[in-house]
């Protein structure tokens, strides 16, 4: 028994070339591009199915990025925002921190990113990225 095939979906011009330049775009993130292929193959009426295999995502994916596009358009293929609060890294803190020597009870003379994450309940990558300028800082 043959299942269902959903209805292709109806694009303007403009829409259809937005979408072909994100899935050409080096700039956009690869689930964007995803999304702007599941879009574009559905609108080809391609079965769902064949959109998953193609894209490489399961079905229920391809049905999301469906629903939300005729539901939203465009803007609807956009990452929503996460829940949570944006984490904040004090810059004072990791430099105050670095210039005091360590504990006696570490046995070290200076800090490693590791034992400095530890100390401030920070991943030590953090701290790497701290020290090499690429954080960006909020205060």
Do not use: C, Y
Request: hydrophobic share 45%; charged share 25%.
């Amino acid at each position: 028994m043959a299942g269902r095939t959903a209805e292709a979906l109806l694009l303007g011009d403009e829409e259809r070339l937005e979408l072909e330049a994100l899935t050409r775009a080096t700039s956009v993130s690869a689930g964007l591009a995803a999304r702007a292929r599941i879009v574009l193959l559905a609108a080809r009426a391609t079965p769902n199915r064949e959109i998953a295999e193609l894209v490489g995502v399961s079905r229920p994916t391809v049905n999301k990025w469906r629903d939300r596009f005729s539901e939203q358009r465009l803007a609807g293929l956009v990452d929503a925002t996460r829940p949570g609060p944006v984490r904040r890294i004090d810059q004072r803190r990791i430099v105050a921190k670095t210039l005091t020597p360590p504990p006696k009870r570490l046995g070290v003379t200076h800090w490693s990113s590791r034992l400095l994450a530890a100390e401030l309940g920070v991943s030590h990558v953090t701290i790497a990225q701290a020290w090499r300028g690429r954080v960006r800082w909020s205060v």
